[in-house]
């Protein structure tokens, strides 16, 4: 079956624009997380979705960044007014249920933000 | 505050020996430990995961073995293959509700063959 999917596969970007990055999870997984990857730096995790349940947005680093799962599938990361810092690989994770021991996360293949 | 430490970026081992990648962490409350793997322009795959209940966790080639009082795991993989390069990432939860999985920086292993 599908995996997890994610598009724009690499996105340039100057300076002060806003971006969208989007992710597909594998269909019937009810959670779905956002990694991001800065060079040399482990996964930073930044935000996860569970359900119909409140987002976890802890780990989002500034209020530039949002995101929203629509009809409990498909997800968008925004970036507003990007900074040069925000250049990393963008990754989607969705696993099948949240919180239980054996629950393995699928990822997608991530986004390749570049900001100039 | 890097609570999943893997302190070798990178590590070389030659094809049919044993790679031995090390991960510390230093939250007591983590339960739960995983490892992945990261071949270049794809996202990480799960490899392999131990529960604290254990100490080891065997998977054909690849074991990991876990020392609670140290808070250090390790992942090993006997024997070594070329298709094994890529980067592993440590990774270690806690149970209770949600709660998400901290992951280490990675490191990048390279088997010569």
């Known amino acids: 079956g599908a995996g997890v999917s994610q598009s724009p596969s690499n996105k340039v970007t100057e300076k002060g624009k806003d971006v969208e990055l989007r992710c597909d999870p594998i269909?019937?997984?009810?959670?779905l997380y956002w990694y991001r990857q800065s060079l040399g730096q482990g996964l930073e995790f930044l935000i996860y979705f569970q359900g119909n349940s409140a987002p976890d947005k802890s780990g989002l680093p500034s209020d530039r960044f949002s995101a929203e799962r629509t009809g409990g599938s498909v997800s968008t990361l925004t970036i507003q007014r990007t900074q040069q810092e925000d250049s990393a690989v963008y990754l989607c994770?969705?696993?099948?249920?949240?919180?239980?021991?054996?629950?393995?996360?699928?990822f997608g293949p991530g986004t390749r933000l570049t900001v100039l | 505050d890097q609570q999943v430490k893997q302190n070798s970026p990178s590590l070389s081992v030659q094809e049919g020996r044993i790679s031995i990648l090390n991960c510390d962490y230093t939250?007591?409350?983590?339960?739960?430990f995983l490892w992945y793997k990261k071949y270049p322009a794809e996202g990480p795959t799960f490899l392999i995961s131990i529960s604290s209940i254990k100490d080891k966790n065997e998977d054909g080639r690849f074991t990991v073995f876990l020392n609670k009082s140290a808070k250090h795991l390790s992942l090993h993989i006997v024997p070594s293959q070329p298709g094994d390069s890529a980067v592993y990432f440590c990774?270690?939860?806690?149970?209770?509700?949600?709660?998400?999985?901290?992951f280490g920086t990675g490191t990048k292993l390279q088997v010569i063959p």
């Open positions: 990774a270690a939860r806690r149970t209770g509700g949600y709660q998400k999985v901290t």
């Open positions: 994770a969705s696993s099948l249920v949240s919180g239980v021991w054996t629950d393995t996360q699928y």
């Open positions: 939250n007591s409350m983590f339960d739960y």
């Open positions: 269909s019937g997984h009810t959670a």
